[in-house]
């Protein structure tokens, strides 16, 4: 994906697919390049945030496993 100096969000609407907010949070090469349209509660983006960190060690273990049982057959 790109990288962006600066990017302007609008994260207060709810995403159509889960962690479309992370990945535009995450295409900003640093803090002052993230500017927000409007103010919203951070308790909303730490939900989206927990819940992409959970998604990926769901995703290691599931990726450990499969290697585990393909080295042991």
């Known amino acids: 994906g790109s990288t962006l100096n600066i990017a302007i969000l609008d994260i207060l609407k709810r995403d159509f697919q889960v962690g479309l907010t992370y990945v535009a949070c995450s295409r900003v090469k640093t803090l002052q390049g993230l500017i927000f349209d409007t103010p919203f509660d ?13 998604m990926k060690a ?3 273990v599931r990726r450990l496993l499969e290697k585990f049982l393909v080295l042991s057959i």
């Open 42 to 54: 951070l308790s909303a983006l730490r939900i989206i945030f927990n819940y992409i960190f959970v």
């Open 58 to 60: 769901i995703n290691k």
